[in-house]
């Protein structure tokens, strides 16, 4: 079932508002400022193993506790910060994903003294394979398997599929030419 089915399908609630308002309004629209692609990294990392749900419930607690999804700050982050992240109850307090940010963070600062931005390395590579992705993301970032890549690179217009052909969400994407299209 895709994301645009669960949502129509589910009972009006919290719950509908708050997939519907990532649904309209954020997953597969192309993202171009670095802290917001390094955020939503950040964001797809820490659902593995959970519902997006509880990810996007605790979108603005992430925010607050890694900086505002600043890439030069938590690449700056120390043991002190470290261990503020795994006694912070609002977000998920996993060692593995709280060390992968950081260490993503300090991997983002070279790329983009390499090529300028985040979003400029991620460019470069725009014509590969979802296999070829991932492959990529596991030798250049921490906690990046399959599925993180692919809800990655779908969230944020590098793959096809983040709609439906009949999504009308798809045809306002389809106006902002997503990389996907760019092959």
Same mark, same amino acid.
């Given at each position: 079932?895709?994301?645009?089915?669960?949502?129509?399908?589910?009972?009006?609630?919290?719950?509908?508002?708050?997939?519907?308002?990532?649904?309209?309004?954020?997953?597969?629209?192309? #993202?171009?400022?670095?802290?917001?692609?390094?955020?939503?990294?950040? *964001?797809?990392?820490?659902?593995?193993? #959970?519902?997006?749900?509880?990810?996007?419930?605790?979108?603005? #607690?992430?925010?607050?506790?890694?900086?505002? %999804?600043?890439?030069?700050?938590?690449?700056?982050?120390?043991?002190?910060?470290?261990?503020?992240?795994?006694?912070?109850?609002?977000?998920?307090?996993?060692? #593995?994903?709280?060390?992968?940010?950081?260490?993503?963070?300090?991997?983002?600062?070279?790329?983009?003294?390499?090529?300028?931005? %985040?979003?400029?390395?991620?460019?470069?590579?725009?014509?590969?394979?979802?296999?070829?992705?991932?492959?990529?993301?596991?030798?250049?970032?921490? %906690?990046?398997?399959?599925?993180?890549?692919?809800? %990655?690179?779908?969230?944020?217009?590098?793959?096809?599929?983040?709609?439906?052909?009949?999504?009308?969400?798809?045809?306002?994407?389809?106006?902002?030419?997503?990389?996907? *299209?760019?092959?």
């Amino acid at each position: 079932m895709s994301y645009c089915t669960a949502i129509a399908s589910m009972p009006n609630g919290d719950k509908k508002s708050l997939h519907k308002n990532y649904h309209d309004n954020h997953y597969g629209f192309p #993202l171009h400022d670095d802290n917001e692609l390094f955020g939503r990294l950040i *964001m797809e990392i820490n659902q593995a193993g #959970l519902s997006w749900e509880t990810i996007l419930k605790k979108e603005a #607690l992430f925010r607050k506790a890694y900086s505002n %999804f600043t890439i030069k700050k938590i690449a700056k982050y120390t043991n002190t910060d470290r261990k503020r992240l795994l006694a912070d109850a609002d977000i998920i307090r996993n060692r #593995l994903k709280i060390n992968a940010a950081i260490e993503n963070a300090q991997t983002i600062l070279v790329l983009q003294k390499e090529y300028g931005s %985040f979003e400029k390395w991620l460019e470069y590579h725009r014509s590969k394979t979802k296999e070829e992705w991932v492959t990529l993301f596991k030798k250049t970032f921490r %906690f990046t398997g399959g599925e993180i890549v692919n809800e %990655f690179l779908m969230s944020i217009g590098y793959l096809q599929g983040a709609h439906d052909d009949t999504c009308p969400i798809h045809k306002k994407i389809l106006k902002q030419k997503p990389m996907w *299209m760019k092959k």
